[in-house]
Nanobody, 119 residues
Framework: QVQLVESGGGLVQAGGSLRLSCAASGRTVNTNTMGWFRQAPGKEREFVADISRSGFSKYYADSVKGRFTISRDNAKNTVYLQMNSLKPEDTAVYYC????????????WGQGTQVTVSS
């Protein structure tokens, strides 16, 4: 099993930045790919970004390209999501995900962290 714990959410004004972190523990050999999803109120959970173990392969949803950057530190079993130029429509609960792959569905989920962007 793998446990994922997110941190770094909060309230920020539009145009601001936040950095989310997700620390993995347990059988981290199973975290070949790590990533982020988000779910806004009344909407389906959607993919945001993912990154391969090497860090060489990264993929982003069109809605966040150029604004969000995903990275990982394998020595710390941690994945990060740097979010810049935040918009009110980025408001959601952000979930860390991990597995062999994370799209369309990961093997493991974190508990989620709230990000609220005010206009």
């Amino acid at each position: 099993q793998v446990q994922l714990v997110e941190s770094g959410g909060g309230l920020v004004q539009a145009g601001g930045s936040l950095r989310l972190s997700c620390a993995a523990s347990g059988r981290t050999v199973n975290t070949n790919t790590m990533g982020w999803f988000r779910q806004a109120p009344g909407k389906e959970r959607e993919f945001v970004a993912d990154i391969s173990r090497s860090g060489f392969s990264k993929y982003y949803a069109d809605s966040v390209k150029g604004r969000f950057t995903i990275s990982r530190d394998n020595a710390k079993n941690t994945v990060y999501l740097q979010m810049n130029s935040l918009k009110p429509e980025d408001t959601a609960v952000y979930y860390c995900a991990a597995g062999v792959v994370v799209r369309p569905t990961p093997n493991y989920w974190g508990q989620g962290t709230q990000v609220t962007v005010s206009s």
